[in-house]
T-cell receptor
Framework: DQQVKQNSPSLSVQEGRISILNCDYTNSMFDYFLWYKKYPAEGPTFLISISSIKDKNEDGRFTVFLNKSAKHLSLHIVPSQPGDSAVYFCAASTSGTYKYIFGTGTRLKVLA | DADVTQTPRNRITKTGKRIMLECSQTKGHDRMYWYRQDPGLGLRLIYYSFDVKDINKGEISDGYSVSRQAQAKFSLSLESAIPNQTALYFC?????????????FGSGTRLTVV
């Protein structure tokens, strides 16, 4: 049973436009959420996080939104750049467990 | 040097062979994890360890075993490799106080079982 789902396996966006990556979860006990970015032949790297006490967190071009009632989070990248082309994973955790459950990933391609 | 080093980077092995994947870290983190990545399935947790004397099974531990030889070293073994264990394997670490910043991952080991 997939507790964290990324329903779009891939996404293509023009350079300079907004990229929106979505993630849904089923476990209402999750209270920490992260996004990771992964380039080929490298391990995932941490991008941005949000806790359940917030509904938005920004870091430069990256913003994560959390809708707890819908059990949905999204990552917005504005403006998108070709270097943002990568696989993006969302991950969720329940405080005290120190384990993250990952989604299946979305491959983002930013077209120049 | 990388903070989290995995060896080997690539390995091809035969069905039934025993194989060990190694992970070492210089972050000084207490917590270490092994994940595997499969197309369409994302990253799934195999085993994790919160300190040298603490080993826990993850979502998909069958067919795997681990050893935490030291705070900095965490090895994953496939006792008798089978083709559906072909995957990309990642080791990760986290600090006890940094759950909010997630893990530091190694670069991965691509394992092929033929």
């Amino acid at each position: 049973d997939q507790q964290v789902k990324q329903n779009s396996p891939s996404l293509s966006v023009q350079e300079g436009r907004i990229s929106i990556l979505n993630c849904d979860y089923t476990n209402s006990m999750f209270d920490y959420f992260l996004w990771y970015k992964k380039y080929p032949a490298e391990g995932p790297t941490f991008l941005i996080s949000i806790s359940s006490i917030k509904d938005k967190n920004e870091d430069g071009r990256f913003t994560v939104f959390l809708n707890k009632s819908a059990k949905h989070l999204s990552l917005h990248i504005v403006p998108s750049q070709p270097g943002d082309s990568a696989v993006y994973f969302c991950a969720a955790s329940t405080s005290g467990t120190y384990k993250y459950i990952f989604g299946t990933g979305t491959r983002l391609k930013v077209l120049a | 040097d990388a903070d989290v080093t995995q060896t080997p980077r690539n390995r091809i092995t035969k069905t039934g062979k025993r194989i060990m994947l190694e992970c070492s870290q210089t972050k000084g983190h207490d917590r270490m994890y092994w994940y595997r990545q499969d197309p369409g399935l994302g990253l799934r947790l195999i085993y994790y360890s919160f300190d040298v004397k603490d080993i826990n099974k993850g979502e998909i531990s069958d067919g795997y075993s681990v050893s935490r030889q030291a705070q900095a070293k965490f090895s994953l073994s496939l006792e008798s490799a089978i083709p559906n264990q072909t995957a990309l394997y990642f080791c990760a670490t986290s600090d006890r106080d940094s759950i909010f910043s997630g893990y530091t991952f190694g670069s991965g080991t691509r394992l092929t079982v033929v």
